[in-house]
């Protein structure tokens, strides 16, 4: 009842606000009183009728979205609780999908939803199907309110329906889901033979860091690895379908010239998965590297350079050929699979964000 009365007390005291501020005064302080109807209250003594006070409901329709499209997460949450109306609008996917692609679009891509909707089926199967999202739901409110009574894991109307992405912004939002994703550079702490990589994890969000834990499956002896304060600019979504321990199949390999940057398959021996790898496409040996004279494009044999190596070094470059490539090398140099050549800037620009400091060995 204490509660109850401050919140009553906020809510007179910013419509009363509102009041002496005329429109031009700060709508937050009488947004609140907006959302309760002027038969909810009682005149008291100090406090001014209401009579004349409007609900948000009573907004057009296109200035309610407008409202409700500007409001964070969290608090579109809030809004929810007020009333099954709100409730219904707030979780509408129109909402959550701009706040989705604004945080996680760029690293969380089909896959990862795949695996949020197997997850489902797989908890519908054993009778667990509104655990779960009765858990995210009331994970954001409980961060706001850290009251042990408040509790909205009951009635099955507070919950979000569990194939809503509010249900899914909050699996990731509130760590409780392992989503499959991209880490540049694996094992940054202390690993440089990773050094411009990219390879698969299992990632899961620490909202307190704003960081992630990667999980990396076990391969050869190895078992499994995990690599904690991940950052953002460190992820990205799989670009491709290709499983990691499987083949992807060139189909850019005609087309390939000297100066494209390219993404190539490699892996340490047949028991590793891919890594995707950045390089570029050389000259042959035979060409000096005049535009004008230059007949390396006409050459079945493809050169692939990484110069993040030094000069000489085993791992600088190596020889595909254009028309018959599959998988190439030996268990003394890995073995370089299928190969994907980069269109697009912004992938280029990361890669030379993540250029290493010193040349490699």
Known sequence: MSLLSVWLALIASGASLEQDNGDS???????????????????VENVEDFSECM????????????????????????M?????????????????????KEKWARIVGPSAFQEWQRQLI???????????????????????????????????????????????????????????AQVYN???????GFMLSCYDAELNYDRATDTFKARYPPHGPRTIVIEEGVRWERLRAPPLDTPAHDLHASDCLSELQTGDHVEVQWRRNKEF?????????????????????????????????????????????????????REEGNEAEGFYGGIRKLNTKDEINIWKRLWPTETLE
């Not at 005064?25 to 005149?43: D, E, I």
Request: charged share 20%; with cysteine; aromatic share 14%.
């Open 80 to 100: 929810a609780g007020v009333c099954q109306d709100l409730r219904k609008r707030c979780r509408s996917d129109h909402l959550w999908k701009s706040l989705f």
């Open 122 to 180: 797989l908890q519908a199967e054993q009778g667990a199907a509104v655990e779960r999202p009765s858990r995210l739901w009331g994970w954001p409110l409980s961060c706001l309110w850290p009251f042990t009574w408040l509790n909205l894991q009951g009635p099955p109307s507070m919950v979000p329906p569990p194939d809503s992405l509010m249900a899914w912004y909050w699996a990731l939002e509130s760590g409780n889901f392992w989503f499959p």
């Open 273 to 325: 998965p891919y890594g995707w790898w950045y390089g570029v496409v050389g000259h042959s040996e035979a060409c000096d590297g005049n535009s004008r004279h230059c007949r390396c494009l006409s050459l079945e044999t493809i050169w692939l350079e990484f110069n993040q190596y030094t000069l000489g070094s085993r791992w600088r470059r190596a020889a595909i050929n254009r028309k018959t490539h």
């Open 55 to 78: 609900s948000v409901l009573d907004l057009p329709e296109l200035a309610l979205e407008g409202i409700l499209g500007r409001l964070p997460p969290a608090s579109l949450c809030q």
């Open 25 to 43: 005064g700060n709508p937050q302080w009488g947004l609140g009183a907006m959302f309760y109807k002027r038969r909810c209250f009682k005149k």
């Open 186 to 192: 694996r094992e940054q702490n202390g690993h440089v």
